[in-house]
C-alpha cells in the first residue's frame, strides 16, 4: 500500500506563514505529479498547487506570488510554503501523488488525511 501523511497545518493570523509538508511512504516504484487541494466548509475540493516530478509547476491564480510549492524527489516528500495568508485561505489542505507502485504498470492517485489551515482576520 501507499501511505500519505501530511504535516504543518494550524491557527495563523491574517498575513502569516505556514509550511505544509506531506510525504509518501510505501511499496513506491516512482512519483509523477505531487500536489495540493483544499477545501473549505461548502465548497468543492480545488486544486492549490501542483509539481511534476521535473519540477514544473501549476498554481491557482488567487495562490500566486504567496504560496510555493516544491518537492524532494529522494524523500517522497512535497511542500508548500504559504506567506501572507487571508481568511480565505482557510480551509483543510489535502496533499496527493500519483504513483506507480512496484510491480505495477499504471499510476494511480493517493490522498493525505487532510490538514486545517485557518487564518484569522
Known amino acids: 500500500q501507499v501511505q500519505l501523511v501530511e504535516s504543518g497545518g494550524g491557527l495563523v493570523q491574517a498575513g502569516g506563514s505556514l509550511r505544509l509538508s506531506c510525504t509518501a511512504s510505501g511499496s513506491i516504484y516512482s512519483i509523477n505529479t505531487m500536489g495540493w487541494y483544499r477545501q473549505a466548509p461548502g465548497k468543492q475540493r480545488e486544486l492549490v498547487a501542483q509539481?511534476?516530478?521535473?519540477?514544473?509547476?501549476n498554481y491557482k491564480d488567487s495562490v500566486k506570488g504567496r504560496f510555493t510549492i516544491t518537492r524532494d524527489n529522494a524523500a517522497n516528500t512535497v511542500y508548500l510554503e504559504m506567506n501572507s495568508l487571508k481568511p480565505e485561505d482557510t480551509a483543510v489542505y489535502f496533499c496527493?501523488?500519483?504513483?506507480?507502485?512496484?510491480?505495477?504498470?499504471?499510476?494511480?492517485?493517493?490522498w493525505g488525511q487532510g490538514t486545517q489551515v485557518t487564518v484569522s482576520s
Open positions: 496527493y501523488a500519483e504513483v506507480q507502485r512496484w510491480g505495477s504498470l499504471i499510476m494511480n492517485d493517493y
Open positions: 509539481t511534476t516530478r521535473g519540477s514544473i509547476t
